[in-house]
Every structure is written in C-alpha cells, then in structure tokens.
C-alpha cells in the first residue's frame, strides 16, 4: 500500500469515527451494517477497546465472525476475550477451522475453556444459548456479602438481576434471588431469607430452545438457569438470548412456508447462485408435483370435450381448496410450535376440522351458485340450458374440495412432525399443490354424478 493510500484510508477511517462517536451501540452496530467489509473492519480496529467489544456482542452485527477474522490476530484475541462468553462462541461458530483454532488460543484459560465448552452444544438448545457469566453465591452468605459481591463483579455478569444460591459444599443449586428482593432484605438477614419460595425453575443443556422460551414466558422470568443431572449450573438463558434466537427460527419459518430454503443471510446480501439454490430445489418439487395436475386433466380430456364450460370453474375450484389448505396448515403449525396440540391430537383436530371444511365449502359453493345465477339471469354471460345443474355441479364441487384441503392442510403438519421433518416444510404452496391435483379429481368425479346425462 503506497502512503497516499494509507492516507486517504486513515483519512476515511476518522472520518467514520468521528460519525460513530455521538451514536449508541445499537446506532452505531445498524452504522458499521451499512459499510462495506473493510471500511467495517478499520473501525473495529480503530475503535476504543470496550466500545468495539460493546458493539461485537451484539447479536445485530452481520457477519460479526468474517470482521473478526479479518482483524490482525492480537486485536481479534483481545476482543474475543472481553466478550461475553455466549456471544464469543457464536463469533467462533462463524470462523473456519484454522481461523478458530489459531484465535481461541490466543485467549486465556478461563475463557478458553468457556467458549470450547459453550461450542460442544447443538445448535438451537439451551446449551447453545446460555451464558456462564452470571451470578453465584454461597447459600451461607447473608443479604449484604452479596450485595458486596455484585458490586464487585456486576461488569463482568451477564446479568444480575437473577442471583443463583449454591450449595457451598456440592455447588448444587438450592434458590434464586431476585435482585428487588435482595435490595429489600436486611443486609444481616441470610440469603436464603429473601430467597423465592417456589423451587427454582431450571432447564437441561440439550432442550430446545422453543421450550426454554416457553418456560421463560410461562414463569415469567428474565434468566433460566441451564443445570446438569447434579443440578450443578452450567449457564444461564437470558430472555434477550431467547428472543433473538426465537426470532431467527420465525424468520426460518416463515422461508419454508413459502416454499424457500431457509437463508440466514439479509436479502440484499444473498449471493445470486446462493439465491438460485435456495429457490429452485423448492420450486422444482412444486413444478414436478403439478405436472400431476396436467395428468389429471389429461385423464378429463374427454369430459372437457363435451362440456369446456367447465373449464371455466377450474381455477375458482383449485384455488379455493389451496387456500383452505393453507389456512388449516397455517393454524396447526403454530399451535405445534406452541405446543397447544400434541401428535395424539390428530384425531381431534381432524373431527374439528371436517365439519369446519364442510361449512366453509358450502358458504363459498352458496357464492358461486348465486354468482353464475346473476350472470345468467342478466345475460352477462350465457351457460347453456342446464345452467341450473352446474351451478349445483359447481357449489357440490367447493363443499367436497373445501373439506378435502382443510383435512388435508391440518394433517399434513401431523405428518410431517411424526416423520421427524420440520412441519414448517408444509409451506402453503405445498399443500396447494397437493390439493390442485386431488381436486381436479375430486371435481370431474362430482360433475360425471350430477352432469351425466346432460352434458356429459
């Protein structure tokens, strides 16, 4: 690099320092989002040591792992090391091998240790989520020892608003104390005094993170402590961990109900072949599957023939049934995610959603007797002269694909889950497609019972 280049770089790099300075982290970490990757690198490079760190343990900051990997190793180690434990291996997570193995050793023990241990876990578990900065005391300890101890350690904590009373012997968990019941206590008075009298709601290293949400949101709490058979505490889960990670999976989600792969990455910095790939898997599955529906026409060409006026209800009757597909599939994946609904269940949410179909079916079948009706009756469009039985044809048709696709898009999510997939993959073009092929059938087998002989 020649000096006038370095110039103009130390130039630009103060100058987007200087922009920085009066922002907050969460301001600032949206910022460094903006720029590009080595405008982001120099000011992580230049930026006051705490600050950096403040903004890298910030869930926020894209591709937080390459940033790091890019700084000169004794900065990337020093940050690293000052980071919360929980958000260090998350950065770890995103670095190659060689990178991680050549950082982590750079570090001191204790956080060494930390971070290898908090990497072991699954993705998506409690483990993989939990911090092991939090807040310890014996259970010999009176209000004001601990007291003391928070103001001694509270910058290194995750969190103190939970305080976790140990066993002084087996370290085994005995209580927690919230902080406003700790500040409340007389500082004579044993910890165990102003303790909770309910036992302490814990969770294991390996359950999922959906169910440590719902434990979070059903005790109301701010931390759930992660503990080991001994009930030893390996960690805790704080609600802004749970939510991020929560958020994530929703944004998971809601790809695959619109038949996409999952992508981790902001739209507008997904790769064009990246995007190619995550699409087409999906949108050659749903092609292949409605070729099905051209065979099924195919198999009609002969009913077709005698009477093209059906033609003309074809993609009233398929979207119809699609969209009841989706409605039921859409409902039923949420309350498996929330755990309103177990597999036995299936039974039950088929009785409910048989007569549901049904009545849904003959509102719309109602509509789309009185609609060819009104277009008869006015001259808007002429049916012939057993315009009368089709429409009946047509409102028959709607009932028994309207059930057909409510059935179908609540058990598939059944299915899915007993067959150990994600039921998120029953994305709505899915079950469209599905039920287009099953109600063409559905269809021309109605319009042969009740058109035979008239115009069939």
């Given at each position: 690099?020649?000096?006038?280049?370095?110039?103009?770089?130390?130039?630009?790099?103060?100058?987007?320092?200087?922009?920085?300075?009066?922002?907050?982290?969460?301001?600032?970490?949206?910022?460094?989002?903006?720029?590009?990757?080595?405008?982001?690198?120099?000011?992580?490079?230049?930026?006051?040591?705490?600050?950096?760190?403040?903004?890298?343990?910030?869930?926020?900051?894209?591709?937080?792992?390459?940033?790091?990997?890019?700084?000169?190793?004794?900065?990337?180690?020093?940050?690293?090391?000052?980071?919360?434990?929980?958000?260090?291996?998350?950065?770890?997570?995103?670095?190659?091998?060689?990178?991680?193995?050549?950082?982590?050793?750079?570090?001191?023990?204790?956080?060494?240790?930390?971070?290898?241990?908090?990497?072991?876990?699954?993705?998506?578990?409690?483990?993989?989520?939990?911090?092991?900065?939090?807040?310890?005391?014996?259970?010999?300890?009176?209000?004001?020892?601990t007291l003391q101890h928070i103001r001694e350690v509270e910058r290194s904590r995750e969190t103190v608003y939970a305080i976790y009373v140990l066993d002084p012997g087996?370290?085994?968990?005995?209580?927690?104390?919230?902080?406003?019941?700790?500040?409340?206590?007389?500082?004579?008075?044993?910890?165990?005094?102003?303790?909770?009298?309910?036992?302490?709601?814990?969770?294991?290293?390996?359950?999922?993170?959906?169910?440590?949400?719902?434990?979070?949101?059903?005790?109301?709490?701010?931390?759930?402590?992660?503990?080991?058979?001994?009930?030893?505490?390996?960690?805790?889960?704080?609600?802004?961990?749970?939510?991020?990670?929560?958020?994530?999976?929703?944004?998971?989600?809601?790809?695959?109900?619109?038949?996409?792969?999952?992508?981790?990455?902001?739209?507008?910095?997904?790769?064009?072949?990246?995007?190619?790939?995550?699409?087409?898997?999906?949108?050659?599955?749903?092609f292949l599957g409605e070729m099905l529906t051209a065979s099924a026409m195919q198999h009609y060409e002969d009913e077709l023939a005698r009477a093209v006026v059906l033609?003309?209800?074809?993609?009233?009757?398929?979207?119809?049934?699609?969209?009841?597909?989706?409605?039921?599939?859409?409902?039923?994946?949420?309350?498996?995610?929330?755990?309103?609904?177990?597999?036995?269940?299936?039974?039950?949410?088929?009785?409910?959603?048989?007569?549901?179909?049904?009545?849904l079916g003959a509102i719309l079948g109602v509509l789309a007797v009185v609609r060819i009706t009104v277009w008869q009756k006015t001259g808007l469009y002429d049916y012939?002269?057993?315009?009368?039985?089709?429409?009946?044809?047509?409102?028959?048709?709607?009932?028994?694909?309207?059930?057909?696709?409510?059935?179908?898009?609540?058990?598939?999510?059944?299915?899915?889950?007993?067959?150990?997939?994600?039921?998120?993959?029953?994305?709505?073009?899915?079950?469209?497609?599905?039920?287009?092929?099953?109600?063409?059938?559905?269809?021309?087998?109605?319009?042969?019972?009740?058109?035979?002989?008239?115009?069939?």
């Open positions: 690099m020649t000096q006038d280049t370095s110039t103009r770089c130390d130039v630009r790099t103060d100058e987007l320092l200087t922009a920085l300075k009066p922002l907050n982290t969460a301001d600032a970490v949206e910022r460094i989002n903006a720029l590009d990757r080595d405008d982001a690198v120099a000011v992580l490079a230049a930026l006051p040591l705490p600050r950096a760190v403040n903004i890298l343990d910030q869930p926020e900051l894209r591709d937080a792992g390459a940033l790091v990997a890019q700084l000169p190793d004794d900065r990337a180690a020093a940050l690293l090391g000052q980071m919360a434990d929980d958000r260090a291996a998350d950065v770890f997570h995103e670095l190659d091998e060689a990178e991680r193995e050549r950082l982590i050793w750079r570090l001191g023990s204790e956080a060494r240790l930390s971070i290898r241990r908090l990497m072991r876990y699954p993705a998506n578990t409690a483990g993989s989520l939990m911090t092991t900065e939090f807040v310890g005391v014996p259970a010999d300890w009176t209000v004001g020892q087996t370290q085994a968990l005995v209580q927690v104390v919230t902080m406003r019941r700790l500040i409340t206590g007389d500082a004579q008075a044993p910890i165990l005094d102003v303790a909770q009298v309910n036992p302490p709601v814990t969770v294991a290293p390996l359950l999922d993170q959906e169910e440590v949400a719902r434990l979070i949101r059903r005790h109301d709490l701010l931390a759930i402590p992660v503990v080991d058979p001994q009930q030893h505490v390996l960690g805790i889960v704080t609600v802004d961990d749970i939510l991020d990670a929560l958020i994530a999976e929703s944004t998971e989600d809601v790809h695959k109900f619109g038949g996409v792969e999952a992508i981790d990455k902001p739209y507008m910095r997904i790769g064009f072949g990246e995007m190619i790939r995550k699409r087409a898997g999906w949108l050659s599955v749903l033609t003309l209800f074809i993609p009233l009757i398929m979207s119809s049934g699609g969209n009841s597909g989706s409605q039921a599939t859409s409902l039923l994946i949420r309350a498996l995610a929330l755990r309103e609904l177990r597999l036995r269940d299936w039974w039950k949410v088929a009785l409910r959603e048989l007569p549901t179909g049904m009545l012939g002269e057993h315009w009368a039985i089709l429409a009946l044809t047509i409102g028959a048709a709607l009932v028994g694909i309207v059930t057909f696709g409510s059935l179908s898009g609540s058990m598939l999510p059944f299915v899915l889950q007993r067959l150990g997939f994600d039921p998120a993959s029953a994305s709505a073009p899915f079950v469209a497609t599905l039920v287009d092929v099953t109600g063409l059938v559905i269809y021309f087998s109605i319009a042969a019972l009740i058109l035979g002989g008239t115009l069939l």
